[in-house]
C-alpha cells in the first residue's frame, strides 16, 4: 500500500503564474517530510523540507505547506519558471535521523513559456 | 567535487547473470543508499549503511545484496538477475545527523535492463 500519493501524474502551467503540487500520506509517524526535483537522466535533488512541527516552510520562490489533521502537504512555485519544468518527488520519513524516506510516485511538471 | 558517483551507466543483462553496480562519494558520508526507480512507483528503498561495515535492509530488498567495506563506496549486487528487477538504480549518501541539516545527495543512476 502507498504511504506517500501524489495523484496528479502531471501538471502545465504559465510561465510567470503558480505551480502547485500536491501529495498525500497516509502514515501518522512521519515526522518529516522532503521535496526533490529531478531532470532526465539525473539524478534527484534536494528541493525544500519540513518538520511535522511546522506548518510552512520557505525558500525563494519555494514554499512548502503541511496539513497535518489532513495528511496533506504540498509545494507551491511562485513564479513558475520553464527552467522548473521537471518531476517533482515528495518524500517522508519516520524519523529525522536515519534517512528512510518514503517516495511518492511524482509528478511532471510542465512550465510553458 | 564529484559527488556520488554511479558505475556503469547503462547494462544489460541476461536472466541468470550476475552483476555489481558501484557507488562512490567524496563527501565523507557516514550514511549510503540504494533505491530503484520504476514507472508509477517512485522510488524504493532497496538497502542502506550507516557506516562502514554495517548494512541494513529497506523495503524491497530481495534478490539484492550489498557491501560496505569502506566509507565511499557502496556496492549493490545482483546474483542472479530475473526480468523484475530492470530498473534505474539510484545510489544516495548523507552525512550523520537529523534530515533538516543532511538531506540525501543522489548519483545520476544506472539504467539496468534484464532480458
Known amino acids: 500500500d502507498q504511504q506517500v500519493k501524489q495523484n496528479s501524474p502531471s501538471l502545465s502551467v504559465q510561465e510567470g503564474r503558480i505551480s502547485i503540487l500536491n501529495c498525500d500520506y497516509t502514515n501518522s509517524m512521519f515526522d518529516y517530510f522532503l521535496w526533490y526535483k529531478k531532470y532526465p537522466a539525473e539524478g534527484p535533488t534536494f528541493l525544500i523540507s519540513?518538520?511535522?512541527?511546522?506548518d510552512k516552510n520557505e525558500d525563494g520562490r519555494f514554499t512548502v505547506f503541511l496539513n497535518k489533521s489532513a495528511k496533506h502537504l504540498s509545494l507551491h512555485i511562485v513564479p513558475s519558471q520553464p527552467g522548473d519544468s521537471a518531476v517533482y518527488f515528495c518524500?517522508?520519513?519516520?524519523?529525522?535521523?536515519?534517512?528512510?524516506?518514503?517516495f511518492g510516485q511524482g509528478t511532471t511538471l510542465q512550465v510553458k513559456p | 567535487n564529484a559527488g556520488v558517483t554511479q558505475t556503469p551507466k547503462f547494462r544489460v543483462l541476461k536472466t541468470g547473470q550476475s552483476m555489481t553496480l558501484l557507488c562512490a562519494q567524496d563527501m565523507n558520508h557516514e550514511y549510503m543508499y540504494w533505491y530503484r526507480q520504476d514507472p508509477g512507483m517512485g522510488l524504493r528503498l532497496i538497502h542502506y549503511s550507516v557506516g562502514e561495515g554495517t548494512t541494513a535492509k529497506g523495503e524491497v530488498p530481495d534478490g539484492y545484496n550489498v557491501s560496505r567495506l569502506k566509507k565511499q563506496n557502496f556496492l549493490l549486487g545482483l546474483e542472479s538477475a530475473a526480468p523484475s528487477q530492470t530498473s534505474v538504480y539510484f545510489c544516495?549518501?548523507?552525512?550523520?545527523?537529523?534530515?533538516?541539516?543532511?538531506?540525501?545527495?543522489f548519483g545520476n543512476g544506472t539504467r539496468l535492463t534484464v532480458t
Open positions: 518524500a517522508a520519513s519516520p524519523s529525522s535521523n536515519t534517512g528512510k524516506l518514503i
Open positions: 519540513i518538520s511535522s512541527i511546522k
Open positions: 544516495a549518501s548523507r552525512k550523520q545527523g537529523r534530515l533538516a541539516n543532511s538531506p540525501l545527495h
